[in-house]
């Protein structure tokens, strides 16, 4: 079992920027896979970014260039950073874990499905005012 605990959330303006973290309680080969997911209200759950143990990055078209994933395998710990957000960015942000070896592929368009994931955590409020 993995615990997943996201923090950095909150309130900010157009504009400006956050960073989320995410710490996982071990490492298994289900944390081989890192990935930030959000869900806005009324929404499905869509995937933002992914990042493996070995540092392959992929992103979603709607956050490329604006948003950074970045993690330490010692600390067990997974960044979201957020620059230049935008009012479409509010949602709640979920960090998951899985052990896919090719979740980072470019070619994937983006992170995998969410089936993929097998942990998950309970997630962070972001809200982008105008």
């Known amino acids: 079992e993995v615990t997943l605990v996201e923090s950095g959330g909150g309130s900010v303006q157009s504009g400006g920027s956050l960073r989320l973290s995410c710490i996982a309680s071990?490492?298994?080969?289900?944390?081989?896979?890192m990935s930030w997911f959000r869900q806005a209200p009324g929404k499905e759950r869509e995937g933002v970014a992914s990042?493996?143990?070995?540092?392959?990055?992929v992103y979603a078209d709607s956050v490329k260039g604006r948003f950074t994933i970045s993690r330490d395998n010692a600390k067990n710990t997974v960044w979201l950073q957020m620059n230049n957000l935008k009012q479409e960015d509010t949602a709640l942000y979920s960090c998951?874990?899985?052990?896919?070896?090719?979740?980072?592929?470019?070619?994937?368009?983006?992170?995998?499905?969410?089936?993929?994931?097998?942990?998950w955590g309970q997630g962070t409020q972001v809200t982008v005012w105008s």
């Open positions: 071990r490492s298994t080969h289900d944390t081989y896979c």
């Open positions: 990042v493996d143990s070995d540092g392959r990055t």
């Open positions: 998951a874990a899985g052990g896919h070896r090719d979740c980072a592929n470019t070619g994937w368009g983006g992170p995998l499905p969410q089936y993929e994931y097998r942990f």
